[in-house]
């Protein structure tokens, strides 16, 4: 077994949140005149609250906003999207998924999340995955954001294996630069497919079993 661990990305690998982040980003940009689309919206991906409004405020004119302001922006966004949140079901979760993580699990693999979402807990509960990971690392306990790997070495602390036992999953290139610099090997999906940072290219999760059973 070449590793004892897998560590997952949330959004873009086990379940699909983008359009949820873009229409409550969205709503935050039009209320301020600020341009927004989803080619924008793509540099958010992999990065914390709080840097993803940075980057929403590069094409902001208006005046300048203080850190208290700018925490009030980014809570109200967070209203918009736990709103979006609440929609998400089971069915969020492609069957493909579940079968990759039981199996996984079933041949004595830990599995868990590091994500730099704080929204992590209630999203694994909303879409029933709450009850599979043996740890999860998330925006809660960690003080920097990806391309730090403080989550994943978080992550890896909490099923107590060493970062070297453990794979990374991601789809976001600050992922797989965080995985690397944590010591870790990263697989990467969609658009971190074609990193080249990353160890191990895959389509879909059903992959992994050929990479690490």
């Known amino acids: 077994m070449k590793f004892k661990g ?9 379940v699909h949140t983008d359009k949820l982040h873009y229409r409550a980003w969205k709503k935050i940009a039009d209320a301020r005149g600020i341009p927004f689309n989803e080619e924008m919206n793509n540099l958010l991906r992999g990065v914390s609250r709080m840097e993803s409004l940075e980057i929403i405020l590069r094409n902001y004119h208006g005046p300048a906003l203080s850190a208290e302001e700018k925490e009030a922006i ?39 999340v590091g994500s730099s979402s704080k929204n992590t807990r209630f999203i694994l509960k909303q879409v029933g995955l709450d ?12 003080t920097k954001s990806k391309p730090d790997p ?24 600050a992922g797989i630069e965080a995985a690397k610099s944590g010591g870790m090997k990263a697989a990467g999906i969609g658009d971190a497919a074609s990193c080249e940072k990353t160890d191990y290219r895959i389509a879909a999760l059903a992959d992994l079993k050929d990479i690490v059973l």
Do not use: H, Q
Request: proline share 2%.
């Open 131 to 142: 009850k599979i990971f043996d740890g999860v690392s998330d925006g809660t306990n960690i």
């Open 74 to 112: 980014a809570e109200e966004k967070n209203r918009y999207y736990r709103e979006e949140l609440e929609t998400m079901t089971p069915e969020d979760v492609t069957e493909e998924v579940r079968e990759s993580l039981t199996a996984l699990k079933a041949a004595g693999i830990k599995v868990a």
């Open 150 to 173: 403080e989550v994943f070495l978080k992550a890896a602390e909490y099923v107590s294996l060493a970062p070297a036992d453990c794979l990374v999953v991601e789809d976001a290139v």
């Open 6 to 14: 897998i560590i997952f990305d949330l959004d873009g690998v086990l």
